[in-house]
């Protein structure tokens, strides 16, 4: 059985699931677990702090190993972000939130690494490179809007050559 835990790992950590680093020196690590006898515990990496005046999303590297996002949150405030995959890596996915309503304003980030329910197990959540940027983060409909156009504009320049 183990306990809920959170560390700051280097390239010499070697922990559940795999290796630790996502990029440069040093990776956050979270795990949810037991408290106690019996007890279960969320693991919690939480933060205040003022968001830049002109930020319009969130940006993280993340590498989970659950189903995407059944065991892991991030919310500001206490409100849960709606989290979009953006990009994939080698060990990582980076995700993205829209969070353009708090620019300017302080508020408390938290990422959390929840007990799962059944218990399934140990889940470590790896985070790094969390960011504040001024970019805004695409709807997911846009996304699939733009993948099936790109799709139908392929479909007819190959059928064109035919």
């Known amino acids: 059985?183990?306990?809920?835990?959170?560390?700051?790992?280097?390239?010499g950590f070697i922990g559940p699931s795999g290796g630790g680093l996502i990029d440069g020196?040093?990776?956050?690590?979270?795990?949810?677990?037991?408290?106690?006898?019996?007890g279960q515990a969320d693991a919690k990496l939480e933060q205040i702090g003022l968001i830049p005046a002109g930020t319009q999303s969130?940006?993280?590297?993340?590498?989970?190993?659950?189903?995407p996002l059944d065991y892991f949150g991030?919310?500001?405030?206490?409100?849960?972000?709606?989290?979009?995959?953006?990009?994939?890596?080698?060990?990582?996915t980076l995700y993205g939130a829209d969070i353009h309503a708090w620019a300017g304003q302080t508020a408390a980030l938290a990422f959390t690494s929840f007990y799962p329910?059944?218990?399934?197990?140990?889940?470590?959540?790896?985070?790094?490179?969390?960011e504040f940027s001024p970019q805004s983060i695409p709807e997911p409909s846009?996304?699939?809007?733009?993948?099936?156009?790109?799709l139908l504009l392929g479909w007819r320049i190959l059928g064109g050559r035919r």
């Open 25 to 38: 020196h040093f990776t956050a690590f979270l795990m949810s677990g037991a408290a106690g006898v019996g």
């Open 1 to 11: 059985m183990s306990t809920a835990g959170f560390a700051i790992v280097d390239s």
């Open 117 to 130: 329910h059944p218990q399934v197990g140990q889940i470590p959540v790896y985070l790094d490179a969390i």
């Open 74 to 92: 991030v919310s500001l405030d206490g409100q849960a972000l709606s989290l979009t995959p953006l990009q994939s890596g080698p060990n990582y």
């Open 58 to 67: 969130l940006l993280f590297k993340a590498r989970l190993f659950s189903a």
């Open 142 to 150: 846009v996304l699939g809007l733009s993948a099936l156009g790109a």
